[in-house]
Nanobody
Framework: QVQLVESGGGLVQAGGSPRLSCAAS????????MGWFRQAPGKEREFVAA????????YYADSMKGRFTISIDNAKNTVYLQMNSLKPEDTAVYYC???????????????????WGQGTQVTVSS
């Protein structure tokens, strides 16, 4: 079935610029929306960014806009989240997810997403 595997997390100093990857497999995603979410301990999961597989259209949470970039490599079936100028408050588990049929143009709410990866921890130190 559908499998999403995140990687690229770890410990990074404030101001660092890691890139997260999400390898997608098990289904055709050409009509899908790919999303990134994050969740800090004890806090609710929040939307980070999303991209339409077909059109490449992107959408970012206000707090991420200008710092984060979401992209897709079609040949690798992989979605990326390039993170720049990280702050300690960016510390969280980062998840990728798939809205398989793009039930809405670009979904920003987790209820629209059908499949989720296991997450990758990003820890930002001062």
């Amino acid at each position: 079935q559908v499998q999403l595997v995140e990687s690229g997390g770890g410990l990074v100093q404030a101001g660092g610029s890691p890139r997260l990857s999400c390898a997608a497999s098990g289904r055709t995603f050409s009509s899908s929306t790919m999303g990134w979410f994050r969740q800090a301990p004890g806090k609710e999961r929040e939307f980070v960014a999303a991209i339409s597989w077909r059109s490449g259209s992107t959408y970012y949470a206000d707090s991420m806009k200008g710092r984060f970039t979401i992209s897709i490599d079609n040949a690798k079936n992989t979605v990326y989240l390039q993170m720049n100028s990280l702050k300690p408050e960016d510390t969280a588990v980062y998840y990728c997810a798939v809205d398989w049929t793009s039930k809405i143009t670009i979904a920003t709410m987790e209820a629209y997403y059908d499949y989720w990866g296991q997450g990758t921890q990003v820890t930002v130190s001062s």
